[in-house]
């Protein structure tokens, strides 16, 4: 049967999204293979040579073929799909995240103790890689909240003893799932309480997630006209971007993200609707994001972030002026008993928590950190090339984690906003707002201010990290200026797209040097010029092709692995456990750097040399009565203790480490029982203290103190 022109244009247009899922799918399936044949140390040519053999690529075309055909009945029902799954979207997101937490899925990078413990091993990863670099997350906070189900006094205690060894708030700082009022400011922790470690730990991954694409897609919706195919890129581009995958399980940025957003969306529904019911129930949420958001307690963030939220705010009620309406007997009511309600909890948690408050903000690092802007400007064009930081790590400057950005396609936004604005005459409120705050963290970040001024502003407390408000502002100019710009012709288009396109890409080859390889030259290519392209000609559905490679990209980031066997089924940790249950005592790990400081606390075993994530004054003043070395100890640190016969002293190793040399008489003084070292201390001659070896595993020791 012989085409007609209809169908032969219709087999065409789907070829090319087809390739591309095809592309995405062989990456997916194949990641951990690709990796694993560069560990060992195969070049790039030799890895296009072992994908290149004729089984892959039967079976490549046999995959192309399914998806093709997929693609080509899907399109035709485009609207009705769409339809569907944005009618359902909440039951769809609800029985995916009841079927991950079932199964025990996360995305944690736990999976890297195996290459630490003695015996480990790691059955658990079914998808990508362990990253090494996100040792924040595996190492610190991840081993704190499985500590948290290891206290032998209370379940989810507010306050623990296994981390420094002493007691030690477990809700404030790397906040930790507990069994306590305050938990209702901590949503995402919820399924630790009420599903265990395991599935507690596969809410808080894939329930944030979900979470964060949901809200930023409704909250996107009041900034687009209610476009949904644009709000569904803005949400994918920011929950799913290298900046949000790289730090994903630490220091709170979802939760910021999440708590930001819907609370503006309480506070305009709360002003547009005449529900009394509707209304309270927003209260209550919106008291819960705010409490949720201070008590993330991580500065730099929150404050990078109120330069995005607050402008936003302030546009959208501009804006929608017309149709906000107060009613002050009721709704003024609603809000008193909502923010009443909120400074309880808030008072509730800071005076049970006020003595860390205070002794964080008081250390010598992070807490008198000032710091007055002046960066270079080389992370705006940064973002094409941090779509391969998951793939290939070294060589990034710096590492991954801090050189990943937001897919901004700067300059674009701020070049459109202003044509927007003075070209077209559109005084868009959001538009003014927005371009307003940029001026002044930007002014901040690449020029620096006067402290007084940088105080007054906040932003000395937020530092380099101010760069994601940058980032976002710039975003979210870009959705908005889309939203009320004409497309242009066809011919202007493409000049600009490829003028942009040529930019870009040159910046990130020269100011990426020593990372940049040639193979990365067409992707970074293909996806600039289709992205500039089509944001220019308002093709919502071509935008969404580089969008989905974007995106993939960020679900490259971090593994995906069932339940945490790697550290629970581990021998080592186990006989930690059960000497620890007989006879429960203060341990160290002696001669041994971090993460492995780290690694008792995954037995529950009370650690004084474990990571303080703030300062444990207590002990170490029993070691230095006169605060000779307090500007070393009053500090967020990761402790490396040696056994030494000289007096005991201490040494800064780098802003967040440092090294004790504990003297042998000092092993008393602090009140050790057990140590864990690889070497062999019966050889020392440690006078008064009387060890004796009670376990060994490979090179591990562990000593008992008898008296």
């Not at 017309?322 to 008993?337: A, E, Q």
């Not at 080389?378 to 941090?386: G, Q, V």
């Not at 970074?524 to 392209?533: G, K, N, P, R, T």
């Not at 620890?580 to 005592?585: Q, S």
């Amino acid at each position: 049967m012989v085409l007609n022109k209809v169908n032969q244009k219709k087999l065409l247009e789907v070829l090319p999204l087809s390739l591309m899922l095809t592309i995405l799918f062989g990456i997916f399936i194949s990641f951990k293979y690709i990796i694993d044949l560069k560990n060992k140390g195969y070049t790039t040519l030799g890895l296009i040579n072992e994908l290149l053999s004729l089984k892959i690529f039967l079976l490549g075309f046999l995959i192309f073929l399914i998806i093709y055909l997929i693609v080509y009945l899907i399109r035709d029902h485009y609207d009705s799909v769409g339809k569907f799954i944005y009618r359902y979207r909440y039951l769809i997101a609800i029985s995916s995240l009841i079927f991950l937490v079932l199964l025990k899925i996360n995305g944690s990078s736990i999976g890297y103790w195996s290459n630490i413990l003695p015996g480990g091993s790691d059955d658990g990863l079914i998808f990508g890689v362990n990253r090494a670099i996100r040792s924040d997350e595996w190492a610190l906070n991840t081993p704190m909240a499985i500590s948290q189900f290891l206290n032998p006094d209370r379940y989810l205690p507010y306050f623990n003893d296994i981390f420094r060894g002493v007691k030690t708030d477990m809700f404030i700082i790397y906040g930790q799932p507990v069994w306590d009022l305050a938990g209702i400011f901590r949503p995402f922790h919820w399924g630790y309480i009420f599903l265990g470690m395991e599935r507690g730990l596969s809410f808080f991954w894939y329930g944030r997630l979900i979470a964060l694409i949901l809200v930023t897609f409704e909250f996107l919706q009041l900034f687009t006209q209610k476009n949904k195919l644009l709000s569904l890129s803005g949400a994918l581009l920011i929950a799913l971007s290298s900046l949000v995958s790289w730090w994903f399980a630490v220091n709170g940025l979802i939760e910021l993200l999440i708590f930001g957003q819907l609370a503006i969306i309480c506070i305009y529904t709360f002003f547009t609707t005449n529900k009394t019911w509707l209304k309270i129930i927003l209260m209550i949420v919106f008291s819960i994001c705010a409490g949720g958001y201070i008590l993330v307690f991580y500065p730099a963030w929150q404050i990078a972030l109120f330069y995005l939220f607050l402008p936003l705010l302030i546009g959208l009620l501009v804006l929608n002026r017309s149709k906000l309406h107060f009613l002050w007997k009721k709704d003024l009511v609603i809000i008193i008993i909502g923010l009443a309600v909120l400074a309880i909890g808030l008072f509730y948690v800071f005076q049970k928590s006020w003595d860390t408050i205070d002794a964080v903000l008081n250390t010598v690092y992070p807490g008198s950190r000032v710091d007055l802007g002046g960066y270079d400007w080389k992370a705006l064009f940064r973002y094409p090339i941090s779509l391969y930081f998951p793939i290939i790590e070294p060589n990034v400057l710096g590492n991954a984690s801090e050189m990943s950005t937001i897919y901004t396609f700067f300059p674009l936004g701020l070049l459109l906003s202003l044509w927007v604005i003075f070209k077209d005459k559109k005084r868009d409120p959001v538009l003014i707002a927005l371009l307003v705050s940029l001026i002044i963290i930007s002014s901040y970040y690449f020029i620096g201010m006067p402290k007084l001024l940088a105080d007054i502003t906040l932003l000395s407390k937020a530092y380099f990290r101010s760069f994601l408000g940058i980032s976002l502002i710039n975003l979210f100019l870009l959705i908005r200026s889309i939203t009320l710009m004409k497309k242009l012709e066809v011919n202007v288009a493409a000049i600009l797209s490829i003028s942009l396109t040529v930019l870009v890409v040159v910046l990130n080859v020269f100011l990426d040097r020593a990372y940049f390889l040639y193979w990365m030259l067409p992707g970074m290519l293909i996806v600039s010029l289709i992205s500039f392209y089509s944001i220019l000609r308002k093709n919502y559905k071509l935008l969404f092709i580089p969008v989905i490679l974007i995106a993939f990209s960020g679900i490259l980031v971090n593994p995906v692995r069932q339940g945490s066997g790697v550290v629970e089924k581990n021998v080592f940790l186990k006989e930690i456990s059960s000497i620890n249950t007989l006879n429960r005592g203060l341990w160290i790990v002696e001669g041994l750097d971090y993460p492995c400081t780290n690694m008792l606390t995954l037995a529950g075993a009370s650690t004084l040399n474990s990571t303080s994530v703030y300062p444990n004054l207590d002990s170490w003043e029993k070691i230095d009565p006169k605060g000779e070395y307090s500007d070393i100890y009053n500090r967020y640190a990761h402790i490396k203790i040696n056994l030494v016969e000289g007096p005991s002293n201490f040494k800064l190793d780098f802003l967040d480490s440092m090294i004790v040399n504990l003297s042998y008489s000092d092993i008393k003084t602090l009140g050790i029982k057990y140590i864990v070292t690889t070497k062999n201390l019966n050889e020392l001659n440690i006078a008064d203290v009387e060890l004796q070896k009670i376990y060994s595993y490979d090179e591990y020791k562990i000593y008992q103190i008898i008296n």
